[in-house]
């Protein structure tokens, strides 16, 4: 079975493209503390993100950087050849399920709430 979970912060705002086929992702860092400190300072894996189609849609309306986040999904894992030749692994998170711990700094209703591909509570 291949399945994650995590929760932490997004360690910037969320970026969406669109690939060839008409497919939106959206794209975002997740920090997540370790319990362990290294010399008295907080240490943090950094996991990336992608959230497709409605999902994705919904994470670039509502996420921002700073946001808490749990994110479920699976390990996605890539090769690719760098600028110098040699030959990089690439390890993503595919988001199935989003859901927003910390509310957003505006105004609006709808402060927090959860993103999954079924459906939307946003909508």
């Not at 370790?34 to 950094?46: E, I, S, V």
């Not at 595919?94 to 505006?106: C, G, H, I, W, Y």
Request: charged share 30%; proline share 3%.
């Amino acid at each position: 079975m291949n399945k994650v979970s995590i929760i932490g912060n997004l360690t910037r705002d969320p970026e969406t493209r669109t690939i060839e086929n008409g497919n939106t992702v959206c794209s975002f860092t997740v920090a997540v503390n370790r319990r362990r400190q290294q010399n008295g300072h907080p240490m943090a894996d950094f996991f990336r993100v992608s959230a497709w189609n409605k999902l994705g849609d919904v994470c670039q309306r509502y996420l921002a950087k700073g946001r808490k986040v749990y994110v479920d999904g699976a390990i996605s894992v890539s090769t690719f050849e760098a600028k110098d030749g040699t030959t990089k692994a690439s390890m993503d998170v595919m988001a199935n399920d989003v859901e927003f711990l910390s509310p957003r700094e505006t105004n609006e209703d709808s402060d927090e709430g959860s993103a999954n591909e079924e459906e939307s509570p946003f909508e």
